[in-house]
């Protein structure tokens, strides 16, 4: 089995910073994908940034809404994932979750994982 568990969600005000880590362990051979989505009061998760290719450099993807305030980091040798969020604004109030698509030992084709979740509420 592999668990995603994220950390550093909290209270912060319009204008501030937080930084989110997501650290996979269990049953890992190799993390193909990893990103972040988050979902708000009354709306639809979404994707806020991910790491297409968990392995290689530069192939990142952001939304729109967080470009240039969020920056997605990775150390691979620990399957470990951080998002960087500054400027935060009152609509950046949501639940952020990890995702990750992980190949497993002894598998043959990758698996989709979700976190718990972390609370980031922006007080304005």
């Known amino acids: 089995q592999v668990q995603l568990v994220e950390s550093g969600g909290g209270l912060v005000q319009a204008g501030g910073s937080l930084r989110l880590s997501c650290v996979a362990s269990?049953?890992?051979?190799?993390?193909?994908?990893m990103g972040w989505y988050r979902q708000g009061p009354g709306k639809q998760r979404e994707l806020v940034a991910a790491?297409?290719?968990?392995?290689?450099?530069?192939?990142?993807k952001y939304a729109d809404s967080v470009n240039g305030r969020f920056t997605l980091s990775r150390d691979n040798a620990k399957n470990t994932m951080f998002l960087q969020m500054n400027s935060l604004k009152p609509e950046d109030t949501a639940v952020y979750y990890c995702?990750?698509?992980?190949?497993?030992?002894?598998?043959?084709?990758?698996?989709?994982?979700w976190g718990q979740g972390t609370q980031v509420t922006v007080s304005s």
């Open positions: 269990g049953n890992i051979r190799r993390i193909d994908a």
């Open positions: 995702n990750a698509d992980v190949l497993r030992l002894g598998y043959l084709n990758t698996r989709s994982y």
């Open positions: 790491f297409t290719a968990f392995t290689t450099s530069g192939n990142t």
